[in-house]
């Protein structure tokens, strides 16, 4: 994600961690859900966002969901023991992608 590395940076890892965390605990009972939405837009974040957004690439948040959505979405996920929850469209598209295209080309297309 251009002009926010140490927030990609911090999801990315806990992606990676919670999917360690989910295989290591496994057999005692304990589960682990990663939930990955698009911009929920009735937090603080969003306007935080379009505050630091020098480039201007953060303006309408088209796809944003709301943060009910991705509670009710992300429990019902948790509750069926998914590893990772992509709790919205726009999230689900971007896991798709992510997964099939190498991240320097994602990282291009993003800016």
């Not at 919670?18 to 589960?31: D, H, K, N, W």
């Not at 019902?76 to 997964?99: E, F, N, Q, W, Y």
Request: proline share 5%; with cysteine.
């Amino acid at each position: 994600m251009p002009n926010l590395a140490v927030y990609a940076a911090s999801k990315a890892f806990l992606l990676s961690y919670s999917r360690a965390l989910s295989v290591e605990l496994q057999t005692t009972g304990i589960q682990v859900t990663t939930v990955c939405p698009f911009w929920i837009k009735d937090t603080e974040f969003v306007d935080k966002a379009k505050e630091t957004d020098r480039h201007k690439v953060y303006r309408d948040m088209p796809g944003a969901t709301n943060a009910k959505h991705v509670a009710e979405t992300s429990l019902l996920a948790a509750k069926s023991g998914t590893v990772v929850c992509t709790p919205d469209p726009v999230s689900r598209m971007h896991r798709i992608v992510a997964s099939l295209l190498p991240h320097w080309l994602l990282a291009r297309v993003c800016k």
